[in-house]
């Protein structure tokens, strides 16, 4: 098992044969956590990166097997917020040292691609010195395009499974895996920072699946890559499988690093909500971004993607100071501006459009 893991830490890749070993093999975790924590301190010293989540729309027109904010789950109550609670989140949200936004719903076409373009501009000119991530799923090139060039600098669309089959499983057969990937490459080809990812265990999710998630992942290249444990939706048709394998998450956290060296990895909400400590875990396991929530308090209930979906104080944004403490005691530093990152991570992050610089 050493000798794999020292090859991932020393080639980036591995045969299909050791990538299958090395997922399932739990005898070495701390080795392989260790490695990938090395590698991220190479390259990110020990700075977080945290980005403000505002889940601005449960509404969703897709109906995803998996998902609590589908569109047949009529037991939830739904929100939209304002372009104006949008923009207030994010005064909120400057104020507490964020400075990247990220815009995050489900897929509802309340929100044109105008309204859209008119709120990336008004943040973009409010918050100069602010990047902002999109996460509204699949729209059209254009759409895509317009809402570059108003000013979006990244897009997070999991492709959720790299298997067409696997994909069929997961979604009604309106949604296809030829659209999700050729989305994922549209928003590469205008020019985001793209994110990407899976969750963990999700129904009739393979090791070979997983493999070819991270064969994908090879040819796609994002920049950042989101993995998760899946957790049962007591109101959905998945309701009755058991939830993703905390340990094989973490895993999984560590070969990406490994493989992909100056990815931005999260230790996601799924993560901390599967385990009290999955935050944290994630972090040394070679995750280094966070992203609390910076959406009013009385709608983040609502936005159940999953059973029992954390939104507790440190979660919230308001509780930085809770959070910063946190990840100081694993050794860590939250880096919420350009000055504290090393100089390989300003070669890495910055991205310059036009005459403005922006930190990523
Ligand atoms: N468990 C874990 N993750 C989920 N997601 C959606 N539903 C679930 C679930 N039940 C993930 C999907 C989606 C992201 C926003 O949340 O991967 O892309």
């Known amino acids: ?175 296809t895996y030829r659209n999700r990937i050729e989305c994922l490459y549209s928003l590469k080809k205008i020019g985001y920072q793209v994110g990407s990812g899976f969750m963990v265990g999700s129904p009739f999710q393979t090791t070979e699946i997983l493999l070819e998630d991270l064969r994908f992942l090879q040819l796609l290249q994002p920049e950042m890559i989101g993995i998760g444990p899946f957790i049962s939706h007591h109101q959905t048709p998945f309701h009755k499988f058991p939830n993703g394998d905390y340990r094989k998450c973490l895993r999984l956290i560590s070969i990406i690093r490994l493989m992909f060296p100056y990815s931005l990895i999260p230790a996601t909400t799924a993560l901390a909500t599967i385990n009290k400590e999955g935050r944290e875990k994630g972090l040394l396991a070679g995750a280094n971004v966070i992203m609390p929530n910076l959406s009013p308090k009385r709608y983040r209930k609502k936005y159940q993607i999953y059973d029992n979906k954390i939104c507790t104080e440190e979660e919230a944004a308001e509780s930085l100071s809770i959070l910063k403490k946190k990840v100081e005691t694993i050794g860590y530093s939250i880096v919420s501006d350009i000055g504290h990152a090393k100089k390989k991570v300003l070669e890495n992050d910055l991205a310059i459009k036009g005459n403005e610089i922006i930190n990523l």
């Open 1 to 175: 098992m050493k000798k794999i893991i020292d090859s991932l830490f020393e080639d980036k890749d591995l045969s299909d044969k050791d990538f299958i070993v090395l997922i399932n093999n739990d005898s070495h975790d701390d080795y392989l956590f260790q490695k990938a924590d090395t590698v991220r301190q190479s390259i990110y010293g020990t700075g977080i990166y945290i980005r403000g989540l505002i889940e601005f729309s449960n509404y969703c027109k897709n109906n995803c097997y998996y998902c609590g904010i589908r569109s047949d789950n009529k037991t939830i109550e739904r929100y939209r917020l304002e372009k104006k609670h949008i923009l207030d989140c994010c005064s909120h949200g400057y104020e507490l040292g964020f400075r990247t936004f990220v815009l995050q719903g489900g897929e509802d076409y309340f929100y044109s691609e105008e309204l859209i373009k008119e709120i990336i501009i008004e943040i973009k000119s409010r918050f100069i010195d602010c990047a902002i991530s999109l996460s509204m799923g699949e729209r059209s090139f254009e759409t895509y395009n317009t809402w570059f060039q108003a000013g979006a600098n990244r897009y997070l669309l999991r492709h959720e499974t790299a298997n067409s089959e696997h994909y069929k499983m997961l979604h009604p057969a309106k949604m």
